[in-house]
């Protein structure tokens, strides 16, 4: 039983691509669409969402994507209890097999499952970044998270609690996480899926400076605390 969760800002024609071909794939019991603020301009689109089946949740004023996952942790623990939930970019990054993919290894596995892309096929100003991510994230936690950065995650009905408690609001929200997860000995579990960069990632709207900040932040307090225990249980 699994609900795939799709945080959207600004959305455009690839969330309906996504949850049409995930509706007629079949595999899923719901799609939970939660809107980040994105105001009069994203009507259009979400309207046909619902239509097409999918529960969007909407936020008055852009709060971040940490917000709108734990916003969407938060409907479906309430409207779908016992679901594993796999969360997924709306923007053309995921495609339904990859979501199916990792889905079904969350139903088996039991913990939390990583959807990888592969470092060859990214933008460079991507693939730098995500480098050093993964270096950090190694030397701070030992342990060897590939795609420290995607956002195609499948995480179990019994972690949603867990997770909603993690800190963060905005794009440092996924890092924590992982961070966490580590800590408190999480299980997870990687994947290899396709790299899909349309446009060289135009339509991402992840801030170079802001948002890069806010991620490598809480990973470099981490390595500096690592030694003190976490209160995230």
């Not at 619902?50 to 942790?73: E, I, M, S």
């Not at 959807?115 to 060897?144: Q, Y």
């Not at 961070?179 to 579990?189: N, Q, V």
């Amino acid at each position: 039983m699994t609900v795939v969760l799709l945080p959207v800002y600004r959305p455009g024609h690839h969330l309906l691509t996504l949850a049409g071909g995930l509706r007629a794939a079949g595999g899923v019991d719901a799609i939970v669409v939660v809107d980040d603020g994105s105001g009069p301009e994203a009507d259009q689109v979400l309207a046909a969402a619902a239509g097409a089946g999918c529960t969007v949740l909407r936020q008055p004023v852009n709060c971040g994507k940490g917000v709108a996952l734990k916003t969407g942790f938060a409907h479906i623990a309430g409207a779908f209890p016992g679901h594993d939930v796999v969360c997924a970019d709306a923007d053309g990054q995921h495609s339904v097999e990859d979501v199916l993919r990792v889905a079904e290894r969350t139903a088996a596995a039991g913990h939390t499952v990583l959807g990888v892309r592969s470092f060859e096929r990214m933008p460079l100003r991507s693939r730098v970044g995500n480098t050093a991510t993964r270096v950090l994230f190694r030397a701070a936690t030992g342990r060897p998270v590939e795609d420290t950065q995607t956002g195609l995650r499948g995480y179990p009905a019994g972690l949603l609690g867990w997770l909603r408690a993690v800190p963060g609001e905005r794009f440092e929200y996924e890092m924590n996480v992982l961070l966490h997860a580590s800590r408190c000995g999480h299980p997870m579990e990687q994947v290899t899926i396709a790299t899909t960069y349309l446009e060289d990632n135009a339509s991402s709207h992840f801030s170079a400076v802001s948002d890069a900040t806010r991620i490598y932040w809480p990973l470099l307090r981490f390595a500096a605390s690592s030694l003190v225990p976490s209160r995230i249980r």
